[in-house]
């Protein structure tokens, strides 16, 4: 029985769609059943073309699907990107969860065993805080959150981050990739967490 996984993110310069699809990766391989959405941009187009990474990230990813409240409702477990914004997700993707009202109204997120992953470009810019913000909301919809903890050696290569992967991003938009690692054994956890969840709901 295969997991049914939506990863939704939002990346200006392509930080957290690198991590997305580091997760999208190691979650194919698992047989999981994947959907790789993105938050639909909210900043005016001027401000784009202002940033050429920001420009050129946004034409190379036009072509992924722009999230849905019906890809959570499809999924099993999600996992969610975001850069951080002053020790907060992207308003971007906050958006996007903002539309999630109707689904939990109808107690439609309940049990979806979530997680998620952030960026910022110092390793004190508020990345905790950002990925456990997202939390809060989880918690209200009544989903079961799976962070990572210190389940894996490679966690405190990266920090040491018990929440969920964390990039720090350097001037030139570059980062260790050991945080690739990381996401991949956050993204396996999800992924096994949701499975054992999914098996005993079909006994």
Known sequence: MSVKLAIVYYSSTGTNYKLAQAAQ??????????????????APAEAVAANPAWKAHQEAT????????EDLDWADAILFGTPTRFGSPASQLRQFLDTTGGLWAQGKLTNKVVSAFTSAQNPHGGQEA?????????YHWGAIVVAPGYTDPVLFTTGGNPYGSSATVDQLGGFDPVVLEA???????LIDVAGQLKSGQAV
């Open 62 to 69: 036009s072509g992924i699907p722009v999230a849905k409240p």
């Open 183 to 189: 996401i991949k054994v956050q993204t396996n956890r």
């Open 25 to 42: 990766e190691v979650a194919a391989a698992r047989g999981a059943e994947v959907r790789l959405v993105r938050a639909a941009e909210l």
């Open 130 to 138: 950002t990925i456990l913000s997202l939390y809060t909301t989880f």
